[in-house]
């Protein structure tokens, strides 16, 4: 069968396709992956076939004028007035804060600022008369990348989204469905279906929540702590996938003291215009401790530091799949592809994450499952690291709380174990869109 996976032109999104788009090549399927022309080298150097569709993205420049616009509405508002930052955020959890009107806000923000972005018209529009002109079978789309799913809907294709990290759509949107459908009839805005269902019309068709959510979900987070929506998910394990890389001469000796890993990603400083955590205490904290610390810092963030201390390696990058299996422990900002990692190689984890999507939840999942420990990156000192550290290395509990998360992490079927599931699942499409059923997903032109 034919497989198209699109994304929206960021690296680490992509990433998180390559393995399912490899076991499905592998299994000899066709496999294309259709982004903004700012990722066609990206996909390129994955050995994947990259379709370029819409104008470049340039996301780090998306990402500045949002924080203009922060900067701006704290200027001209009083401090009651929600910030572009607090708008921007689908992370909420609690009940009581999940309100039709914080909702709605949050919806009518990241519609306009975010998910029209990276589903431009022009990226809607070349994606589609690719899809038309190329036949896919099954369209595979990033959570964020609606623009897959309307490809889908117009060629008739079967359509699943490919989770990068915490189902934070599906979760407050089941929970917004229900607070539209308890207002007046007259009330009931919903500004995805607004943009969704005038999206279709140019297409001749019309708008279904399956545009939102997809068809199915793969979902690459352990099970215990997926998020609760009431969604069809096909579990995967996640597999690291880091880009080039090679393994350096120390990392194929045996550590002798206990080595940690100490890493911000690469996200928050490409698209956030830095690390909110401060390296300075960072470095501070594991300094004179009886371990050995790889930092995977760059020349600009090393600039934050008058030295480094005797027990610290600083590498702009090494891969983490190779790295964290001699590891005892792992500092990061909380990012999905660092802390899949952790889960993999059964590693423990400090989490300071940053104000990226899901970090944060999933730092607090993290500490609930026992297996690592959560700290404010706004409120971060040397002291309060070093302390957590310590704990992490010495009381067994944290150990075998990531070992569980490993076991699982385990036992969750491959990329390549689910590529049947989904042949399964793209046959039992085509059949109910065969002629002679209503097909009101196919609005060829």
């Not at 799913?149 to 060629?155: E, L």
């Not at 969750?412 to 599931?421: C, E, L, N, S």
């Amino acid at each position: 069968m034919r497989v198209l996976f699109t994304t929206f032109g960021a690296r680490n999104h992509v990433h998180a396709q390559v393995a399912l788009a490899w076991a499905l090549r592998a299994a000899g399927h066709d496999v294309r992956v259709a982004s903004h022309p700012d990722l066609a080298d990206v996909v390129a150097r994955t050995g994947l076939t990259a379709v370029p569709v819409g104008r470049e993205l340039n996301e780090d420049q998306v990402m500045e004028e949002l924080r203009d616009r922060e900067d701006a509405s704290r200027e001209t508002y009083d401090d009651d007035t929600p910030d572009a930052q607090l708008l921007l955020a689908m992370d909420e959890l609690r009940p009581e804060k999940l309100t039709y009107d914080h909702m709605h806000g949050v919806f009518t923000a990241m519609t306009s600022a975010v998910f029209q972005n990276y589903s431009s018209a022009e990226m809607i529009e070349d994606l589609v008369e690719f899809a038309r002109g190329w036949r896919p079978d099954l369209v595979v789309w990033d959570p964020l990348t609606f623009a897959g799913a309307v490809a889908a809907r117009v060629t008739g294709a079967a359509h699943a989204r490919l989770m990068f990290g915490l189902d934070l759509v599906g979760r407050m949107r089941e929970s917004y469905l229900a607070e539209v459908d308890n207002r007046p009839p007259a009330l009931r805005e919903d500004p995805m279906r607004e943009w969704l269902g005038w999206v279709m019309e140019r297409y001749g068709g019309t708008f279904s929540e399956e545009l939102v959510t997809g068809q199915w979900t793969i979902d690459p987070v352990p099970s215990s702590l997926r998020l609760p929506a009431g969604l069809p998910y096909v579990p995967v394990r996640c597999v690291a996938y880091n880009g080039r890389g090679s393994i350096p001469p120390w990392l194929r000796e045996v550590p002798k003291r206990p080595r940690v890993c100490l890493t911000l990603g690469v996200s928050h400083r490409e698209v956030m215009g830095g690390d909110q955590a401060s390296i300075g205490e960072l470095i501070d904290a594991v300094a004179g401790l009886d371990v050995e610390v790889v930092a995977t810092l760059n020349a600009r963030q090393l600039r934050e530091v008058s030295g480094l201390p005797a027990n610290v390696r600083a590498v702009d990058f090494v891969p983490m799949d190779a790295l964290l299996p001699s590891c005892s422990a792992i500092i990061s900002h909380g990012g999905s592809g660092t802390v899949h990692a952790a889960f993999l190689h059964g590693v423990p984890q400090i989490l300071v994450p940053g104000a990226m999507w899901d970090n944060g939840i999933r730092a607090d999942l993290v500490e609930r499952s026992g297996a690592g420990l959560r700290l404010a990156a706004e409120t971060l000192t040397a002291d309060a690291l070093r302390d957590a550290l310590t704990r992490l290395l010495t009381e067994p509990s944290f150990a075998a709380g990531a070992d569980r998360l490993r076991r699982e992490t385990l036992a969750t079927p491959a990329p390549r174990d689910i590529v049947p599931v989904l042949e399964s699942l793209t046959a039992e499409h085509r059949r109910h869109t065969a002629p002679g059923h209503d097909d009101p997903a196919r609005f060829d032109a």
